[in-house]
Nanobody, 120 residues
Framework: QVQVVESGGGLVQAGGSLRLSCRAS????????MGWFRQAPGKEREFVAL?????????YADSVKGRFRISRESVSTHTVYLQMNSLKPEDTAVYYC????????????WGQGTQVIVSS
C-alpha cells in the first residue's frame, strides 16, 4: 500500500510564494512520474506539473509556467516539491500530489490534498 502526504499549503496574499511538499511511502513505489494537480471550488481537478523519474524532465500547465517549479529531493527518494511564486487568486485550490507508478497507465496513488488560498 502507498501513502502520499502533502504539506505546505496555507493562506497567502497575491504575489506571494508558497512551497508544497509531498512524500510517498510504502511498497511498490517505483514510478514513472510524480505530479501535482489541483481542484478549485466548483471545478474539475486539473494538472499542474510533473517530474519524471528518468532524467528528471518536467512538464507544466500553461497557467503556471514561469511561476511554479517542481523539483525532487533526489532520484531515490519519493519526495517532491512545488515552489509556487507570483501567486494569483485563481491559484486558490486544493493541491494534490500523485504517483504514476510502474505498471500503471495513469497516476494511481493520490494524497489527501493541501489547501492553498490566495487572497487579492
Amino acid at each position: 500500500q502507498v501513502q502520499v502526504v502533502e504539506s505546505g499549503g496555507g493562506l497567502v496574499q497575491a504575489g506571494g510564494s508558497l512551497r508544497l511538499s509531498c512524500r510517498a511511502s510504502g511498497r511498490n513505489l517505483a514510478y514513472y512520474a510524480m505530479g501535482w494537480f489541483r481542484q478549485a471550488p466548483g471545478k474539475e481537478r486539473e494538472f499542474v506539473a510533473l517530474i519524471r523519474y528518468s532524467g528528471g524532465s518536467t512538464d507544466y500547465a500553461d497557467s503556471v509556467k514561469g511561476r511554479f517549479r517542481i523539483s525532487r529531493e533526489s532520484v531515490s527518494t519519493h519526495t517532491v516539491y512545488l515552489q509556487m511564486n507570483s501567486l494569483k487568486p485563481e491559484d486558490t485550490a486544493v493541491y494534490y500530489c500523485a504517483l504514476h507508478r510502474v505498471g500503471s497507465t495513469a497516476f494511481d496513488s493520490w494524497g489527501q490534498g493541501t489547501q492553498v488560498i490566495v487572497s487579492s
